[in-house]
């Protein structure tokens, strides 16, 4: 016998269950996932995007709102200009394609190393709930850009926003089907309380989280 | 009085009886102000906590069973204690569930068991009551009374009826003292460095007096105290409510 | 004794045993109240405060636990089948699932994975489960080099200790102690700064992300639906672990399956307020395979390794509700006991009041006689816990387990036994309290407070005060009619 086997057979033999799995056991199984049941839980109400935002500030992202998509670089070229970081950084290849030459911003379609100050990318979606970013990996849309980079932008557009995880899950299940190798969460920089419980902002994933918000 | 006065049995608990009887006095006078009829069953003992949290199943059943037929027949079971009313009402089903020929009794009496504060605000309608104090005290709530019968408004509300007594809350009332039966003697060290953060909380209200409404509690923080030399004093809520705080 | 009791108690913290902490509970547990240190780390520790302001906000909070509890009881009942689920699911997607019987298959299984890779440093996220297994040992005694990244997990590995909180490792320690370490082992001027300690810790961690050839996270849960494991991290070291390195192994227990993404939605909100405080915890990362044709990033092999090692036992037993739980943390940071005495004097992998059934359970009734009766059974934990364990009444049944295996020491045992033998017989009950009741006001004399007692178990730092010296019973009878 394989461990595997003997550790599901102890489990049934604890389940007080049949020695085999029955039908009714995958059924029961099959139903209570085919269901996807939603739980109780807090209502997200207003706004959504501004709810999303406050949630965002909440978990010490920043934020910044413009009207289209032609207006990122310019916001976030005066976001970096203004907390005195350089105008150069990686990105996701659909957000290299924005117009940064024009905004003085050195932009380049690639992902992040472990020497790049900013990295900038876009969203699979973002929950108002938590002020959450939620993105998803794949070949364009690399995890290191939203992970290595002391500084991590992220442009979110407004249609993007979703109340709760739970609509984030419904919605990627009709958009993308099977999930991919990763789907990051991301609610704000990185932090840690494990000296003295204290908090510290930046312990190994950004410094900084600063979010764009498109419409 | 228009209503038939209300039936009472009185569960004195085994550490009032040894310990501090003025409190169960001190219960019957706050009961037959509020118009009840008390009757205190004579062969009444323990209700079994001591052994039920020792994990000695046996001995906490027998008296368990022994409590139960004691007081069957009263309209209402009146308890001035949130750990020995909370081993009734929350304990004594899953305890004596093997006993089903026992079970309507078992149920008239958890059905009707409430701790003191609980009953004399909640079904008595108690608005006033006799005693005076004068001076400030703070309430502490006793983990059983507190998460097992809901106990936190009625002893404050009690209280402000009180001539002379103003309460100070402590920064944390619902904080454990560190008693926990048995666990006091078992593992005394570690017991009296919780009461130790007790006794902060409740010095640091400068308070005359820590009004409470276990027994268990009591001896514990009352030890403490001692101990530390200080000179607060600690009452049961029952003392101070009926006014027979002293001998 | 199990075998993986055994194994826990039989070395010295060598590869495959669980502890390196002798002596006994109240031994360790005196040692901690005079370590001044422990002390003043422990008295700065509240995550509690953090959790009821976090809680106060959600006012669906009680109907979340409930559903919480629900989730995870659900997976429970039909274990087996929600594991094989998740197995292929997660095979589907080309991850490579191993089944651990003991701590010992965990450090076997662990060590082949490392071996066949050809890998030379691993890095680690947080797993209390390699914990259990001391999986550190065992791989450093394959010539690996290993290296937390937990900033918690980091202080106590270069400390050589063990973690004394499940979510906050390092808690029993100070900044001055922090800065001895770094000095020491990094080489650096010494700094007291947090935010400086912080920052150094984050550039030599960097090195060892971008180095490591191996990365071991826990699972905060297993998704059955699409056979997913769920990390989740503030610092964000679950995220590097399962991204840089060549291989990502997760290791988690078999009870930690749960149904849907809809299911991970629902416990995560509990969770987090519970643990920290926090709505979400800055990371929440589902790890779904190996990375795909095109992938820039991400590991080229993903394991899961589903540890048994006396859960299947657990389950069996009247302890399975402690199967549900989730690992916040919130009962051990609302336990009085806990709060005075900190994480290691518990002796073993989960510290607090889960700690005290969890460990019983997993390694012996025998071998942690203290912990069920080291509680006040004041429910704190109960009335906190995310998903409803009742934690007081499964510690009272192990220790009702405890006086039938007659695990109890005889004075215990005999003295319930006279006192029960008495309190089942009124009149000599009645005979004998009066005169307890006598003896008791003559020995408190004018202080009316007695200063030592038998045993010196109350009276050692208390005294106790006397009683009135006649018993109510007597008054009673006395009364005027």
Known sequence: ?215 | MAHPPLRVGLFVTCLVDLMRPRIGFAALKLLKGAGCEVVVPEGQTCCGQPAYNSGDRRAAQALARKMVREFESCEHVVVPSGSCSGMIRAHYPELLAEFPEERAALDRVVARTRELTDFLVNVAGLTTVPGQFAGTVTYHDSCSGLREMGVKSQPRALLAGVRGLTLKEMATPEYCCGFGGTFAVKYGEISARIADRKCDDVAATQADAVVLGDLGCMLNIEGRILRRGESTRVYHVAEVLAGVEDD | MTEAAQEAFSGTGGPGTARPQGGTFSGRAHDKLHDAKVQRAMRNFNLAAARSRAMAELPELEDIRTAAAAIRDTALADLDVWLERFETEATRRGVKVHWAETHADVNRIVAAIAREAGVRKVIKSKSMVSEESHLNAALEAEGLEVVETDLGEYIIQLAGETPSHIIAPAIHKTREDVADLFHQHHGTPRKTGIPELTMEARAVLRGHFLSGDMGISGGNFLVAETGSVVLVTNEGNGRMVSTMPRVHVAITGIEKVIPTLEDVACVLRVLTRSATGQSISNYVTLATGPKGAGDADGPEEMHVVLVDAGRSTVLGSDMREALRCIRCGACMNHCPVYQNIGGHAYGWVYPGPIGSVLTPSYIGLENAVDLPNAATLCNQCGVVCPVRIPLPDLMRKLREKQVEAGLRPRWERAGLRVWSWFAQRPALYALATRLAARVGRLLGGKRRAIGRLPGGGWTGERDFPAPQGRTFRELYARRPR
């Not at chain 1, 595997?4 to 996932?33: F, G, H, K, S, Y």
């Not at chain 1, 916001?75 to 105008?87: D, E, I, N, R, T």
């Not at chain 1, 992902?111 to 990295?119: M, Q």
């Not at chain 1, 932008?153 to 999930?179: N, Q, S």
Request: glycine fraction near 8%; charge should be neutral.
């Open chain 1, 1 to 215: 016998m394989s461990a595997r086997d003997n550790i599901l057979r102890r489990v049934r033999e604890a389940r007080q269950a049949a020695a085999a799995p029955t039908a009714e056991e995958a059924r029961r199984v099959d139903e209570r996932i085919r269901a996807r049941t939603v739980g109780p839980r807090p209502a997200v109400q207003g706004d959504l995007v501004e709810r999303f935002l406050s949630q965002c500030e909440r978990m010490s992202s920043t934020v910044a709102r413009v009207a289209c998509l032609e207006d990122v670089p310019g916001s976030v070229s005066a976001f970096l200009s203004g907390k005195g970081l350089p105008l150069q950084a990686a990105a996701w290849p659909a957000v290299a394609a924005l117009p940064w030459d024009a905004a003085g911003m050195h932009v380049q379609a690639r992902p992040a190393r472990g020497d790049d100050l900013v990295g900038i990318t876009g969203v699979h979606l973002a929950i108002a709930e938590t002020g959450t970013l939620m993105l998803l990996s794949g070949p364009d849309t690399h995890p290191v850009t939203s992970l290595l980079p002391e500084t991590h932008v992220a442009i979110v557009p407004a249609d993007r926003i979703e109340p709760a995880m739970e609509e984030a899950w419904a919605r990627t299940r009709r958009e993308t089907g099977a999930l991919p190798r990763a789907v990051n969460f991301v609610s704000g920089p990185s932090r840690t309380a494990d000296i003295e419980g204290q908090l510290q902002i930046g312990a190994h994933g950004p410094f900084r989280v600063h979010v764009v918000v498109v419409g």
